[in-house]
């Protein structure tokens, strides 16, 4: 089973600044299965970023992602007073099919 | 646009058996490739995928809930369900229910429907 490790647990910055979250895999995972999601308050996940590094549907360009192996990143650029949340990282392996980092939560 | 909805009860009691079904429209349960998913959140805690159904009717849970899980579909009502026996208040959680195309992410998510284990 893969286990994903986010670092940091919180993170607090100001609007306008730049987020960095971190995402480990226990092993090397395929790039291709790498998942990013938002979550706020009360909402279910929001999904952003797929294949470690395209954006999904509606996602602002200021968020980005990279990464290989096991560290991957979510990067957003300028941050807006909506990028406050929670965000996981997933992988899509095998038993269990989806597997999901412990969040990270973005402070203001 | 596809759109999913949980529903069913929000209190269980203990070693009862919780049932949630999830509603699809915009979109046919029957599609090829698509898997149809149930993921839970404890109160202020990350994701646990719980199981999906395969748009041809194969299953997979997670082996942590395996023994105690079991997703079906409707495809004449569009929904597809999940039921988790012998739950106890460990199993208090928001439960949600997720579409992926087999592509390995989850675009598209219901609202999510707290239920709660108690006496």
């Known amino acids: 089973e893969i286990v994903l490790t986010q670092s940091p647990g919180t993170l607090s910055l100001s609007p306008g600044e730049r987020a960095t979250l971190s995402c480990r895999a226990s092993?090397?995972?395929?790039?291709?299965?790498l998942a990013w999601y938002q979550q706020k308050p009360g909402q279910a996940p929001r999904l952003l970023i797929y294949?470690?590094?395209s954006r999904a549907s509606g996602i602002p360009d200021r968020f980005s992602g990279s990464g290989s192996g096991t560290d991957f990143t979510l990067t957003i650029s300028r941050l807006e007073p909506e990028d406050f949340a929670v965000y996981f990282c997933?992988?899509?392996?095998?038993?269990?099919?989806?597997?999901f980092g412990p969040g990270t939560k973005l402070d203001i | 646009q596809v759109q999913l909805q949980e529903s069913g009860p929000g209190l269980v009691k203990p070693s009862q058996t919780l049932s949630l079904t999830c509603t699809v429209s915009?979109?046919?349960?029957?599609?090829?490739?698509?898997?149809w998913n149930w993921i839970r959140q404890h109160p202020g805690e990350g994701l646990e995928w719980i199981g999906y159904?395969?748009?041809?009717?194969?299953?997979d849970y997670n082996p942590s809930l395996r023994s105690r899980v079991t997703i079906s579909v409707d495809m004449s009502k569009s929904q597809f369900s999940l039921k988790l026996t012998s739950v106890t208040a460990a199993d208090t959680a928001v439960y949600y229910c997720?579409?992926?195309?087999?592509?390995?992410?989850?675009?598209?998510w219901g609202q999510g429907t707290l239920v709660t284990v108690s006496s």
């Open positions: 092993q090397s995972v395929a790039s291709i299965y």
């Open positions: 997720a579409k992926d195309q087999g592509f390995g992410w989850l675009f598209d």
């Open positions: 997933q992988h899509y392996g095998s038993s269990p099919i989806f597997t």
């Open positions: 159904i395969s748009y041809s009717g194969r299953t």
């Open positions: 915009g979109d046919s349960i029957s599609s090829g490739g698509n898997y």
């Open positions: 294949r470690t590094s």
